[in-house]
């Protein structure tokens, strides 16, 4: 699974509004750190995390997007259960602490 690329304000607040789980991965093409953050991250929502959906907003041509979800750095990651956000990082990124937290809402989530 890749992330699926977001490109209204309107379709990333029908995505987060829904149900489902989602992470949201905040960046842009010139972010060195978020490029190699972002295969690591889609790869343990892949192996841990199924039925997690992934989406990518490039702030640089959406500042809008950022705006509305106080972006202010990248990366930023948001997740999402139930239409609500539970998990925001930004910047320095500690995947183990992430996934921790990941992991015990999942849990909860899916029983």
């Known amino acids: 699974m890749d992330y699926t690329d977001l490109k209204s304000l309107e379709e990333l607040e029908q995505k987060t509004t829904d149900p489902a789980p989602k992470l949201v991965y905040f960046s842009h093409l010139q972010c ?3 490029k190699v953050l972002k295969p690591k991250i889609r790869e343990r ?3 841990k995390f199924p039925e997690m959906m992934l989406y990518y907003v ?3 041509e959406h500042p809008d ?3 509305q979800f106080s972006v202010f750095s990248v990366p930023t990651i948001l ?3 139930d239409g609500r956000e539970y998990i925001r990082e930004s910047r320095h990124v500690n995947l183990s602490t992430f996934e921790e937290r990941l992991e015990k809402l999942y849990r909860i989530y899916y029983g």
Do not use: P
């Open 45 to 47: 929502i892949e192996n």
């Open 79 to 81: 997740v999402f259960f």
């Open 65 to 67: 997007m950022a705006g």
């Open 32 to 34: 060195n750190v978020c």
């Open 58 to 60: 490039n702030i640089r």
